[in-house]
């Protein structure tokens, strides 16, 4: 496999919100939905305040808050690239293919 097949297989937006979120790869994949994603990681932060923190130290009830936090953000990053890019893409399909904004002025 060549130098720039490799750089397009790592073309994903997956990838890239981690990278922009945490500086490195996210690892697997995940493939459940957006809103699993999302009840995945409240359900385990509600867990860990409401059942399970007696017991458990500031730190690590504080860590396992924080992963939950992460897979949230992870996914709200990655809804955020998609309207991005949907919109820049109406915008250049506006412009006749070019990327410029048109300034529109009221009356």
């Known amino acids: 496999m060549g130098y720039f097949s ?3 297989q790592r073309a994903d937006l997956h990838e890239i919100c981690d990278f922009l979120l945490f500086g490195s790869d996210g690892g697997e994949k995940c493939s459940k939905s957006y809103m ?3 009840d995945g990681a409240y359900e385990g932060i509600h ?3 409401c059942e399970e923190s007696q017991g458990m130290g500031n730190e690590e009830i504080f860590n396992k808050i ?3 936090m992460s897979q949230a953000e992870r996914v709200h990053m990655e809804i955020g690239l ?3 890019f949907k919109l820049a893409l109406q915008l250049m399909g506006e412009n006749g293919g070019r990327a410029e904004i048109k300034e529109e002025r009221a009356g």
Do not use: D, S, T
């Open 47 to 49: 867990k860990v305040v």
């Open 6 to 8: 490799e750089i397009f």
């Open 66 to 68: 924080m992963e939950g």
């Open 82 to 84: 998609r309207c991005g």
């Open 36 to 38: 699993e994603q999302l």
